[in-house]
Each structure stands twice: as structure tokens, then as C-alpha cells.
T-cell receptor, first 112, second 118 residues
Framework: GQQLNQSPQSMFIQEGEDVSMNCTSS?????WLWYKQDPGEGPVLLIA???AGELTSNGRLTAQFGITRKDSFLNISASIPSDVGIYFC????????????WGAGTKLIIKP | NAGVTQTPKFQVLKTGQSMTLQCAQD?????MSWYRQDPGMGLRLIHY???????DQGEVPNGYNVSRSTTEDFPLRLLSAAPSQTSVYFC?????????????????FGPGTRLTVL
């Protein structure tokens, strides 16, 4: 089936640092979604992207829909302790047949 | 609104046992789905339902059954548990099936059930 390659798998950062992660696919998608999962909870939608080249912000989070429609990026500026968690990308459309295709997640850990 | 609720939060089973994971939502959503989450992998769709009385298979349906007798409830049944079914299970609901990522098909997830099969 379709797969998304999400990197990095995990990140150890200092509070206040900026964070970047990305997702790539061999297939095109019509929509890219970014979710965050807090420990012990289900994923929660952060940002949705609908058009190639689109750049969308949600507070300190900024996500971009790649112009090839095969990738997406998420940036977090000036990280704070509550940013800890797992960030997932998900693709929709193209050949996904009304099913979300998920990346494996990027685990964000803030160094004490 | 409680949103999407799942019970139990944790469960340990022996190989061969059966059990039902419960999922309920109070948002009157038509679309409900079950995912499993395994380390190093994305969420994988097990079964989904587009409305009461209608269910269909997702990517990894083997060993699981579902039913949708009401709009609110969507239980997942493990028929004969196997160690390969050790996972975290999430239930999700939305107004519509995933189409465009709009607010009408934004999925709301429950807190998950952590299942261990020995």
C-alpha cells in the first residue's frame, strides 16, 4: 500500500530551539494533514493543507504543502515544554481511496 | 460533550481469548473508524463505518470484527487474540469519511486502548 516516509524519527532539542520535520511520498496527495499526539492521548489535528505550495500557520507552528504534492514540512518555532509529543503527517486524496495514509511519526523530546 | 470515549484503557489477554473494545461518540458523527498504532509505524485502518448498519474493511481487518447498530457506538471485537494484536487501538469519528481534510471530515480520536496479548 501507499506509505509516507516521515523524518526524523525522534528529535532531542533544547527549549527555545526551532524544530523542523518532513514527510515524503512516492504518490501525490490532494491534502496534507499534521497531527500531534500527547502521551496517553489520541492524535489531534494541528494543520490542514489543501493546495500545492500552500504555507499555513497555527501559532508557532507553520506547515507547507510541497509543490510536487509529494511532500510536506512542519516547523515549530521557539519550542516550549508542552510541544513534547509525537507529530504525525497524513495524506489524503490521490489513490488513497478516502483513507488517511499516515507517517510513522516524529517524537519530540525536550532536553532538561 | 464527552467527544470520543474508549473503554477499557488497558487490557491484558491470553492467546485465544476474545474481547470487545468499546467506542462511543456523542457528536452525532456518521463516520467512525478503528486504527491500530504500532511502534515505528503509522496508524493503520482496521475497519470503518459510514453510518449505522454499514461497515467495511480497512487495511488490516484480519482477526477483527465490527458492527454499527447505532450512530453512537462502534465496538471492535477480537475473535481469538494473538500476540501480533498487541497494540494501541484508537477509535475516531467525523461527520464525513475522509475526503478533503475539511472540518466536515476532520477525525476526532479517542484516548486509546492499550492491549497486550500474552
Amino acid at each position: 500500500g501507499q506509505q509516507l516516509n516521515q523524518s526524523p524519527q525522534s528529535m532531542f532539542i533544547q527549549e527555545g530551539e526551532d524544530v523542523s520535520m518532513n514527510c515524503t511520498s512516492s504518490s501525490i496527495f490532494n491534502t496534507w494533514l499534521w497531527y500531534k499526539q500527547d502521551p496517553g492521548e489520541g492524535p489531534v489535528l494541528l494543520i490542514a493543507l489543501y493546495k500545492a505550495g500552500e504555507l499555513t500557520s497555527n501559532g508557532r507552528l507553520t506547515a507547507q504543502f510541497g509543490i510536487t504534492r509529494k511532500d510536506s514540512f512542519l516547523n515549530i518555532s521557539a519550542s516550549i515544554p508542552s510541544d513534547v509529543g509525537i507529530y504525525f503527517c497524513a495524506g489524503l486524496g490521490g489513490d488513497s481511496n478516502y483513507q488517511l495514509i499516515w507517517g510513522a511519526g516524529t517524537k519530540l523530546i525536550i532536553k532538561p | 460533550n464527552a467527544g470520543v470515549t474508549q473503554t477499557p484503557k488497558f487490557q491484558v489477554l491470553k492467546t485465544g481469548q476474545s474481547m470487545t473494545l468499546q467506542c462511543a461518540q456523542d457528536m452525532n458523527h456518521e463516520y467512525m473508524s478503528w486504527y491500530r498504532q504500532d511502534p515505528g509505524m503509522g496508524l493503520r485502518l482496521i475497519h470503518y463505518s459510514v453510518g449505522a448498519g454499514i461497515t467495511d474493511q480497512g487495511e488490516v481487518p484480519n482477526g477483527y470484527n465490527v458492527s454499527r447498530s447505532t450512530t453512537e457506538d462502534f465496538p471492535l471485537r477480537l475473535l481469538s487474540a494473538a500476540p501480533s494484536q498487541t497494540s494501541v487501538y484508537f477509535c475516531a469519528s467525523s461527520w464525513d469519511r475522509p475526503r478533503y481534510g475539511l472540518s466536515t471530515d476532520t477525525q476526532y480520536f479517542g484516548p486509546g486502548t492499550r492491549l497486550t496479548v500474552l
